[in-house]
T-cell receptor, first 112, second 112 residues
């Protein structure tokens, strides 16, 4: 079993839709959770960074962490064609499991 | 502030050859991490350097090596190239060991 699981998609939605992207993980030592966006032929770009459980909002993006369920989500409101990209979750632990691990990414297509 | 830069952006090599990739981190960042990205495996951590010392290492064979210079610039070397080494190689810089990662555009290596 992989430490981080992420549905590869592709996920196709109409412009203006609310998008929900998710990752599950198995290691309870993870405490820092990130979402990256990667456009084709580019490097990943950091979108959101959260520590421990709870929600964090930045413009149209909301990151949610549920440590009890080992489940993280990224919501995109009013999705735009320019949001079409691959979204990678990432997480990091501290004591014992001090490493950085990425999901394989979900490909999102927002249709105009 | 300038971002992470990587050179070259594209490389084509023949099986058995060796290759050196270069990464310049964001100014002030002292940690440089290297990742291999392939469609099937996603982002795989290679190693991390901080203050010219390797601090973390992933599960790659010894053909993959790296180093960091006093100005924090880093190089990655792959010897005896195999077809399976074809991938996007990403460099990420951060302020501290396993800190928030900021990625460069990557070097796309094709081994024929």
């Amino acid at each position: 079993q992989k430490e981080v699981e992420q549905d590869p998609g592709p996920l196709s939605v109409p412009e203006g839709a609310i998008v929900s992207l998710n990752c599950t993980y198995s290691n309870s030592a993870f405490q820092y959770f990130m979402w990256y966006r990667q456009y084709s032929r580019k490097g990943p770009e950091l979108l959101m960074y959260t520590y421990s459980s709870g929600n964090k909002e930045d413009g149209r993006f909301t990151a949610q962490v549920d440590k009890s369920s080992k489940y993280i989500s990224l919501f995109i409101r009013d999705s735009q064609p320019s949001d079409s990209a691959t979204y990678l979750c990432a997480m990091k632990g501290t004591s014992g499991t001090y490493k950085y691990i990425f999901g394989t990414g979900t490909r999102l297509k927002v249709l105009a | 502030k300038a971002g992470v830069t990587q050179t070259p952006r594209y490389l084509i090599k023949t099986r058995g050859q060796q290759v050196t990739l270069s990464c310049s981190p964001i100014s002030g960042h002292r940690s440089v991490s290297w990742y291999q990205q392939t469609p099937g495996q996603g982002l795989q951590f290679l190693f991390e350097y901080f203050s010219e010392t390797q601090r973390n290492k992933g599960n790659f064979p010894g053909r993959f090596s790296g180093r960091q210079f006093s100005n924090s610039r880093s190089e990655m070397n792959v010897s005896t190239l195999e077809l399976g080494d074809s991938a996007l190689y990403l460099c990420a810089s951060s302020l501290e060991v396993l800190g928030t990662q900021y990625f460069g555009p990557g070097t796309r290596l094709t081994v024929t």
